[in-house]
Each structure stands twice: as C-alpha cells, then as structure tokens.
C-alpha cells in the first residue's frame, strides 16, 4: 500500500535530513518532491534548510506548478519535478541535491567514466550531464527531457547539482547517495593510478542483474 499525504511529508522531512547530514546541500539548496494523485505533488519550500523541516512546511502544487496549500512557498525548482512527472508516468519521487563530488564532475562538464563499480551499473546506469540552464526556469525543466527518454534515472546538472527520479522516494535518494559515493571514489583512484574497467563479459553479468530487478519493478 502506499504511503498517504502525513507518511510521504514526513518520509520528504526525513529525505531532507539525510541530504543535509551527509553535506548534499547547503544553505537553502536542494528539493525533493512526490506525486500524490493526479494533478497533485507535495515538493520542498523554498528558502529552508532541508535538514530542519516539519511535515507542514511541505508545499502542495498542482501539475502547473501553482500551488495548492501550504504555509511556506513552493521551490522555485518545481518545474523541473513536474517535467519529470509528465514526462514518465510510472516516476513517484524526485530529490534534487549539490552533493559537493558530483558538482565537482558538473562543473567540469567531464563524462563518469563508464564499467568502473557494479552497484553504479546495476542501479544508476549511465549517468548523462545535461547542458547548463538557469535553475528554476522551465529551460533547466526541458533539459533534461531527452537524457529522460534515452532511460536516464539520475542526471547531473551541468554547472549546478544532480536531479534522480524514482517510482519510489527513498530510492531516489539512494540514486543521489551512491554517484556522489561513485564520484568520491573516482577521486580517489585517480590520485592513486590509473581506473581499470570491469572486462566486457563480467558487464554483461550485471546487466542481466539490472533487468532482473527492473521486471521485478
Ligand atoms: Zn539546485
């Protein structure tokens, strides 16, 4: 059964801390949200830390982005959401974040390589870097439309931060967690040596691992 209106604002609060404890946001940054039922989205306010939210400071916005209820504003990020939402049906929970790692690839506009760890593989896949738009515009929502459609579940923002989607909300933080776990690690072996890849046929192993779990849904 799925979670009703009070479980997801709190399941949002709790995202919200565990993106604050572990440094994936700063200041105010960050949004997280969840789709309700038709036409209605519980997201992040704007101008909060993440990491200090009660239940009623999450917002209520219909599929335009207006909002519904809610003592504080929505965040201004809402758009990109909504996109993600229209865009593929069977998506439940969106969590955008900084985490320091990964903005540090985003802002080098460098590719992750590729067959380095078989978690990243099994549960991220590809991870594209979508061209940069000024956050909170309906240009930064558009963006990522495409890397969307070509099977994309977690995109790092050119420039700005990383966007994961998920039919499942604490699954689309994990997303979140482990590329910026992935980018710490890349990091690292590179100041040690040269990043070996995992052989081509052992690859083919893990794919077959990730679409076990995808038909599972
Ligand atoms: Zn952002």
């Given at each position: 059964?799925?979670?009703?209106?009070?479980?997801?604002?709190?399941?949002?609060?709790?995202?919200?801390?565990?993106?604050?404890?572990?440094?994936?946001?700063?200041?105010?940054?960050?949004?997280?949200?969840?789709?309700?039922?038709?036409?209605?989205?519980?997201?992040?306010?704007t101008?909060?830390?993440?990491?200090?939210?009660?239940?009623?400071?999450?917002?209520?916005?219909?599929?335009?982005?207006?909002?519904?209820?809610?003592?504080?504003?929505r965040t201004s990020e809402v758009?990109?959401?909504?996109?993600?939402?229209?865009?593929?049906?069977?998506?439940?929970?969106?969590?955008?974040?900084?985490?320091?790692?990964?903005?540090?690839?985003?802002?080098?506009?460098?590719?992750?390589?590729?067959?380095?760890?078989?978690?990243?593989?099994?549960?991220?896949?590809?991870?594209?870097?979508?061209?940069?738009?000024?956050p909170g515009?309906?240009?930064?929502?558009?963006?990522?439309?495409?890397?969307?459609?070509?099977?994309?579940?977690?995109?790092?923002?050119?420039?700005?931060?990383?966007?994961?989607?998920?039919?499942?909300?604490?699954?689309?933080?994990?997303?979140?967690?482990?590329?910026?776990?992935?980018?710490?690690?890349?990091?690292?072996?590179?100041?040690?040596?040269?990043?070996?890849?995992?052989?081509?046929?052992?690859?083919?192993?893990?794919?077959?691992?990730?679409?076990?779990?995808?038909?599972?849904?």
């Amino acid at each position: 059964m799925l979670p009703n209106e009070w479980e997801y604002r709190q399941m949002i609060c709790q995202i919200g801390q565990r993106l604050y404890s572990r440094g994936y946001v700063a200041g105010s940054s960050g949004n997280i949200s969840v789709r309700l039922a038709v036409g209605k989205y519980l997201c992040t306010p704007t101008l909060i830390s993440k990491g200090f939210m009660v239940p009623d400071d999450i917002a209520l916005v219909d599929d335009a982005g207006e909002q519904i209820s809610g003592r504080r504003q929505r965040t201004s990020e809402v758009f990109m959401h909504l996109e993600i939402y229209h865009e593929l049906p069977e998506v439940q929970a969106v969590v955008h974040a900084h985490p320091p790692y990964t903005t540090a690839f985003a802002i080098t506009g460098e590719d992750l390589p590729i067959d380095i760890l078989p978690e990243i593989e099994i549960f991220l896949g590809r991870v594209p870097i979508a061209p940069y738009a000024t956050p909170g515009t309906r240009e930064l929502a558009r963006s990522i439309v495409p890397y969307l459609h070509d099977g994309a579940n977690t995109i790092i923002l050119a420039n700005h931060g990383v966007v994961a989607c998920s039919d499942d909300l604490e699954r689309a933080y994990f997303q979140v967690e482990m590329l910026e776990h992935y980018c710490q690690v890349l990091l690292i072996a590179r100041q040690i040596g040269d990043i070996r890849q995992i052989p081509p046929q052992k690859i083919a192993e893990l794919m077959k691992i990730r679409e076990g779990l995808r038909t599972q849904g």
